[in-house]
């Protein structure tokens, strides 16, 4: 059986030891410049800020609560997969934050938030100067004046978001590719698809300044982290192939029944508690008393989303399906994370309930019609809950909070920019997802053998066992 050792070219290991030099040389030449700019004590930011010291806790500790989220899509997505295949899922929801996040910071939080003029409550990001209206080219690898408390702060929540992106995608392309592709995609998510665009929403570029309302808004990430994640994951899914067996000759669908229904609980429970940290905690400021209108309204799509998503199975089946009262409740977070601090908890409510409609109804386009296997149902969730969310902006933003103002309020222009935005994330994913599994289909190669694939991939690829049976 091949193992990860015999996968590794020389050319793989070439193009490592490269990008490891570079990285070595770069940082290397900056050291005699690491603070040029910068506060690394945190000592003038607290002179100049008295609540320095509260908002920073805020952002971090939120930032701990969204990292807990990385345990909640392993475990749901391990749970959603067969036994045989689950290390190996693991093996990539552990590395994928890990890779993504070293990549992010070397280059993606420097292309996302160059020239952005980013703040922690009242205290200014140093050493993000530089960018235009497409991309970011200051703050590289933490450097120079970057080597600040504030631009640390604000990085490494925003790592969490890459990082999250990134994940969604394991459990689309799960049980049939090969683990050197994946993290080699996490590579470059990390560094190039997801800031790029976070740059144009978030970084001051060309979406956020759309002459259409207050330009094109998305609070918390339903379009730059879930949409991302997901049309990345599509076009991985679709060209590593579906599963063996997945699909009969006429294309309908057959089901593989996941192994560990506690896990997709467990893992339900532990992504909707980290919302707290993703959605509130995207203020950067605790002394923003708006955060008691997102915690609420994080809940209320939540809850919603669940209970729309059981019922709907109790009409359709009989059933109370566990299964989709999760996804739907996910699908509810999704959905109402780019409005949540723009609209009133009833509008929330609303959300909340269309989201289970239109993950149900993606996931089935994905599946019946596509033919793609996505086998944790991530596409309807993140990309169609994500999707509607960017749209919910423009219907259901009140006023009360950045400006933002959507039809309920009178307002069309907000609407005309995230129309916008949702077509301009939507050709982002799908187009880098594309180019880059494509290249790596090319190249490295994304599936695993028939073999690997019927026997299970954590034998042939990690030489461990999730469930080892034990013999005495």
Known sequence: MPTLKATMTPGMLRGLLLVLLGIGLFVGSGAT???????????????ADPNA??????????????????????????????????????????????????SY?????????????????????????????LIGYSGFFLTSDAYDVTTI?????????????????????AERMKITAYLAYSFLIGAIIYPIYGHWVW???????LPFGSGARDFAGSGAVHVIGGTVGLMGAWLVGPRIGKFNADGTPNQFKG???????????????????????????ATDL???????????????????????????????????????SLAGL????????????????????????????????????????????????????GLWGLLAVGIFADGTYGGVSGLVAGEGGQLVAQLISMGTVAAWGLGTGFLVFGLLKKTVGLRASREEEMEGLDMPEHGIEAYPQQVD
């Open 203 to 209: 970084g001051g570029g060309w979406l956020a300044t």
């Open 334 to 385: 999704v959905g109402v994370t780019a409005s949540v601090a723009y609209v009133a908890p009833w509008a929330a409510v609303v959300i909340g309930a269309v989201a289970p409609l239109v993950q149900q109804a993606a996931a089935n386009f994905v599946e019946r019609r596509l033919r793609i296997d996505d086998v944790v149902g991530a596409f309807g969730v993140h990309a169609g809950g």
């Open 290 to 328: 708006r955060i008691s209108v997102i915690a609420v309204n994080t809940f209320l799509a939540g809850a919603t989303g669940a209970v729309v998503a059981l019922y709907l199975g109790i009409v359709r089946t009989g059933k109370a399906d566990i299964i989709a009262a999760c996804n739907g």
């Open 259 to 285: 192994h560990n229904l506690v896990y997709v609980v467990a893992g339900t429970f532990i992504l909707f508690f980290g919302w707290f940290g993703f959605n509130p905690g995207t203020t950067l400021a």
């Open 33 to 47: 410049a690491l603070a040029a700019g910068g506060d690394p004590t945190g000592a003038d930011t607290l002179a």
């Open 105 to 133: 910071w070397a280059f993606g939080f420097a292309l996302m938030f160059g020239a952005s003029g980013a703040v922690i409550g009242g205290a200014v990001a140093n050493g993000l100067t530089k960018g235009n209206w």
């Open 153 to 173: 702060a604000l990085w490494f929540f925003q790592m969490i978001f890459a990082a999250t992106a990134a994940t969604i995608v394991a459990g689309m392309v």
């Open 53 to 102: 010291g509260l908002n920073f806790a805020w952002v971090l500790v939120t930032g701990f609560l969204v990292f807990s989220m990385q345990l909640g899509f392993a475990l749901l997505g391990a749970g959603l997969m067969r036994a045989k295949h689950t290390v190996n899922y693991m093996t990539k929801s552990f590395m994928d934050f890990c890779i993504t996040g070293i």
